[in-house]
Every structure is written in C-alpha cells, then in structure tokens.
C-alpha cells in the first residue's frame, strides 16, 4: 500500500491529519514535522494500522543470566 497524508482543514480552522498505508508508530514520526509546524495537538485518535507491524519488523525476547 502507498503511504499517504491527508489534512483537512475544518471551517473553524481546526486541522485534521490522518495516515494512510504507515503500519505501527512510523505515522507518528511522518506527521510529526507537520505537528510542529502547525501548533497544538489538541487529540490523537490512532488507527487499526497503528496496531500492525510493518513488513520486515521483528520482536527479539532475550533472557537474562
């Protein structure tokens, strides 16, 4: 799938942005220039591809001695 940003601008102002195609946390690093630019994040709704891994991402346990 392409990753994608769409932002909306509402009519009182209030700017939307939502991820397409970021699998995990990576969406949170792609609006993150985005947020700071444009001020205050008043919420943060994630979607059902926050809770997926990407392609390739691996969990390693290890056990301690």
């Not at 769409?6 to 209030?14: N, R």
Request: proline fraction near 3%.
């Amino acid at each position: 799938m392409r990753k994608e940003i769409e932002i909306t601008i509402g009519d009182d102002g209030v700017v939307q942005i939502t991820t397409h195609g970021y699998k995990g946390p990576s969406c949170l690093d792609a609006v993150r220039p985005l947020e700071e630019a444009l001020g205050e994040v008043i919420g943060r709704e994630m979607t059902s591809e926050y809770y997926e891994r990407e392609t390739g991402q691996s969990t390693q346990r290890t056990r301690g001695r």
